[in-house]
């Protein structure tokens, strides 16, 4: 058997005490200083605990622009619903090719996410419906009475335990944007009440496309592209044909607006609702409506920034009102269900 001539190297003091200095430090650190430790493992447990409600704020902030893309795109409200829908599918297609999430889902699941695109597609029809008639200010508080639909589905239905915390938060969450919209009365015209059913509508259609979708993305445990991607589809197409019925222009003027437009569908439609969609499975449908409850309120933050609207401390105080509702409404223990929401 041959040996191997090794030749014993010398290292000096200094340097041992330079690799010993090297290697205790790595022990020491390996997992980070305690300070930092602390912090990371504090930030991971956040995030791992709310990781569902802070995805649908994420989804909340981003729809919060739509009244800003509306406004730059300077098309009629219904066009800019079709474009917003119609663009969101083209991104939600791609996604879904990208991903190779392109399998049909069963056919019980096919009709639901149908139904969840009419339901989204007269959403927006009445709401904007709504605005003609009564004003956003309005048309946007009733609309989002759907936080009151959806905690009484909620408990009537699905059996969750409504805490007075919550409860307290829901009524101060309306009366927050109550204030935030700042109605005069006295200028309502006589197609009011018209204005008001429109509102009304879009509440309801609001609060069975989100039950609608909660439903769909329980009952598949998937990626939400694709029920995005069909439900933009259908809300396009029937939007579509309200226009080709109703008479009205499809024409995008100018590359500002088209740009818009765009945003509108990337932005708002495809991400802001992907988050959305993506965390209702995992959130109480009581909680939903009031963590959407954000979106009105900030999209008034979004106009006083970009448009320079006029404010006052009632404005501004029904921000604080909604805001404190919602963390109201999150915050504390969170009761136990007797069945399956």
């Given at each position: 058997?041959?040996?191997?001539?090794?030749?014993?190297?010398?290292v000096?003091?200094?340097?041992?005490?330079?690799?010993?200095?090297?290697?205790?430090?790595?022990?020491?650190?390996?997992?980070?200083?305690?300070?930092?430790?602390?912090?990371?493992?504090?930030?991971?447990?956040?995030?791992h605990?709310?990781?569902?409600?802070?995805?649908?704020?994420?989804?909340?902030?981003m729809?919060?622009?739509s009244?800003?893309?509306?406004?730059?795109?300077?098309?009629?409200?219904?066009?800019?619903?079709?474009?917003?829908?119609?663009?969101?599918?083209?991104?939600?297609?791609?996604l879904?090719?990208?991903?190779?999430?392109?399998?049909?889902?069963?056919?019980?699941?096919l009709?639901?996410i149908?139904?969840?695109?009419?339901a989204f597609?007269l959403?927006?029809?009445?709401w904007h419906?709504?605005?003609?008639?009564?004003?956003?200010?309005?048309?946007?508080l009733?609309g989002?009475?759907?936080?009151?639909?959806?905690?009484?589905?909620?408990?009537?239905?699905?059996?969750?335990?409504?805490r007075?915390?919550?409860?307290?938060?829901?009524?101060?969450?309306?009366f927050?944007?109550?204030?935030?919209?700042?109605l005069?009365?006295?200028?309502?015209?006589?197609d009011?009440?018209?204005?008001?059913?429109?509102?009304?509508?879009?509440?309801?259609?609001?609060?069975?496309?989100?039950?609608?979708?909660?439903?769909v993305?329980?009952?598949?445990?998937?990626?939400?592209v694709?029920?995005?991607?069909?439900?933009?589809?259908?809300?396009?197409?029937?939007?579509?044909?309200?226009?080709?019925?109703?008479?009205?222009?499809?024409?995008?003027?100018?590359?500002?607006?088209?740009?818009?437009?765009?945003?509108?569908?990337?932005?708002c439609?495809?991400?802001?609702?992907?988050?959305?969609?993506g965390?209702l499975?995992?959130?109480?449908t009581?909680?939903?409506?009031?963590?959407?409850?954000?979106?009105?309120?900030?999209?008034?933050?979004?106009?006083?920034?970009?448009?320079?609207?006029?404010t006052?401390?009632l404005?501004?105080?029904?921000?604080?009102?909604?805001?404190?509702?919602?963390?109201m409404?999150?915050?504390?223990?969170?009761?136990?269900t007797?069945?399956?929401?």
């Open positions: 058997m041959m040996r191997e001539n090794t030749k014993s190297i010398k000096s003091p200094i340097a041992q005490w330079f690799i010993f200095s090297i290697g205790t430090i790595k022990k020491r650190y390996r997992k980070g200083p305690p300070v930092n430790n602390f912090l990371a493992n504090t930030m991971n447990n956040f995030f605990r709310y990781q569902a409600i802070l995805q649908m704020l994420g989804g909340a902030f729809i919060s622009f009244a800003i893309f509306v406004k730059f795109a300077d098309v009629a409200p219904t066009c800019s619903a079709f474009y917003r829908v119609l663009f969101g599918f083209f991104f939600l297609l791609a879904a090719v990208l991903k190779k999430d392109l399998a049909k889902p069963p056919p019980p699941q009709f639901l149908t139904f969840c695109g009419l597609a959403d927006l029809f009445f419906e709504s605005i003609m008639y009564i004003g956003p200010g309005l048309a946007t009733l989002n009475l759907q936080v009151f639909l959806l905690a009484a589905t909620a408990i009537v239905f699905y059996g969750e335990k409504a007075p915390r919550f409860l307290v938060s829901l009524p101060m969450a309306i927050g944007l109550f204030l935030i919209v700042g005069d009365w006295h200028q309502f015209s006589s009011y009440k018209l204005g008001v059913y429109f509102g009304l509508l879009t509440a309801v259609c609001y609060t069975v496309y989100l039950l609608g979708l909660k439903k993305q329980v009952a598949e445990k998937r990626s939400p694709f029920a995005l991607m069909l439900v933009c589809f259908c809300s396009a197409l029937f939007l579509g044909l309200k226009m080709w019925q109703s008479g009205d222009s499809f024409y995008i003027p100018n590359l500002k607006s088209l740009l818009a437009l765009i945003s509108l569908g990337l932005f439609q495809t991400i802001g609702w992907m988050l959305i969609a965390s499975a995992k959130i109480q009581s909680r939903t409506g009031l963590i959407l409850l954000l979106q009105p309120s900030l999209s008034f933050i979004w106009d006083v920034l970009f448009f320079s609207r006029p006052s401390l404005n501004w105080t029904g921000v604080f009102f909604t805001l404190t509702a919602i963390y409404g999150l915050t504390g223990k969170t009761p136990r007797s069945s399956s929401s």
